[in-house]
């Protein structure tokens, strides 16, 4: 392999259509993992290559707890880079997970993404992030979908048992509890919460087909 | 929506084929990047999907270094998750890449990663990481290509002119020069770095054919 042949091959990156970042939030227990799971559901058998990016693929492995870390990498690195509940470790993991979503979206998938990501400036970052790599000015390459359901439901349904034990103070700093969520000033689709997950899902494939974001 | 619907949804994950990792190792200047966006051009000719995570769509995003962070989120926030040379930085650059490629994997891609990764420890915990959260034992979902190039031979081509840099004092640590690159011992893929692009890429090709890593 002589320096011509290397040089070549580098400027010929594969062109791929680029995907997009489809990015859930709202309230612990609102239905933004179980509308996700459905809209990733329905994108697979239209034959579109999507993922959902949730707590249970990534608090394992990329924004996994300093107790996680610790046995496999040490004391000392665990407390640097393991993620807790902290307001700086809260921001790092919308960061990570923004990055990652902004890869997927390169690689051409559908990143469906579902975290309570209550701030927004967190969200808008990510939305930067995602708009600035976007190589077409005219894509929608970042949707916010602000899943929308009162918390007074949230708690009824509470699925993992988190808003009990917060209301007990077992958890500290909870999100609808004594920590703020803030919604979306201008998602580009807010969802009804109450209304069946089926027609919530509709409505995102919907709009995915309204900004030719589905293949066929 | 009611909770039933909700529990339903959530036990209705997609069915889909796991992709696999392709982890390509060796000395800055081995062609790594290159054989990498080869095999990625000719699996994308072959209609598969696969991606290549290499320091140009990583170390901008996912690990970013102190100086990229610091304007956005801070000094203390930089100096906390931004990723440098020390030790532990290096450790974290290559279990944050392993983590985004295992999760690449579950989504169906071939992930082709291209980085130094000159430490044994740091490369088996990704591997592990793999085999772990495969769901078919006899499916080789880490594959290790260790891009064997004399170091005279990386040194002569020096892309980017950090071997010069090295000889000179100006980088610290640079594998090869005053850091060490430990060797895969028993890696899927032994490539003789000196070959041309081409070859190398079809070996990897055939390899994965092999293992019916390809769908057609």
């Known amino acids: 392999m002589n320096e011509k042949t290397l040089v070549t091959w580098h400027n010929h990156s594969v062109d791929r259509k680029r995907g997009c970042v489809?990015?859930?939030?709202?309230?612990?227990?609102?239905?933004?993992?179980?509308?996700?799971?459905?809209?990733?559901?329905?994108?697979?058998?239209?034959?579109?290559?999507?993922?959902?990016?949730?707590?249970?693929?990534?608090?394992?492995?990329?924004?996994?707890?300093p107790e996680l870390l610790e046995p496999i990498h040490g004391g000392e690195y665990a407390k640097r880079f393991g993620l807790s509940f902290g307001p700086q470790?809260?921001?790092?993991?919308?960061?990570?997970?923004?990055?990652?979503?902004?890869v997927f979206c390169s690689a051409g998938l559908i990143a469906l993404t579902a975290f309570v990501s209550p701030y927004r400036a967190d969200r808008n970052r990510v939305r930067d992030l995602v708009s600035e790599t976007s190589t077409d000015p005219l894509?929608?390459?970042?949707?916010?979908?602000?899943?929308?359901?009162?918390?007074?439901?949230?708690?009824q349904r509470d699925p993992k048992g988190l808003y009990k034990k917060a209301r007990a103070g077992e958890i500290k700093g909870f999100t609808g509890i004594d920590a703020p969520y803030e919604s979306p000033e201008?998602?580009?689709?807010?969802?009804?919460g109450e209304l069946p997950v089926e027609e919530l899902a509709?409505?995102?494939?919907?709009?995915?087909?309204?900004?030719?974001?589905?293949?066929?």
Request: contains cysteine.
């Open 89 to 102: 470790d809260r921001e790092e993991n919308i960061r990570r997970i923004g990055c990652v979503a902004e």
């Open 139 to 155: 894509s929608m390459d970042f949707v916010e979908v602000f899943v929308d359901t009162p918390i007074e439901i949230c708690e």
């Open 22 to 65: 489809v990015w859930f939030t709202g309230l612990s227990g609102s239905g933004k993992s179980t509308v996700a799971n459905c809209v990733d559901a329905k994108l697979h058998q239209l034959g579109e290559a999507s993922f959902v990016l949730d707590g249970d693929n990534i608090r394992h492995g990329l924004n996994a707890s």
């Open 186 to 192: 201008n998602p580009e689709l807010h969802l009804d």
């Open 202 to 216: 509709e409505q995102v494939i919907e709009f995915l087909r309204s900004k030719s974001k589905l293949r066929r």
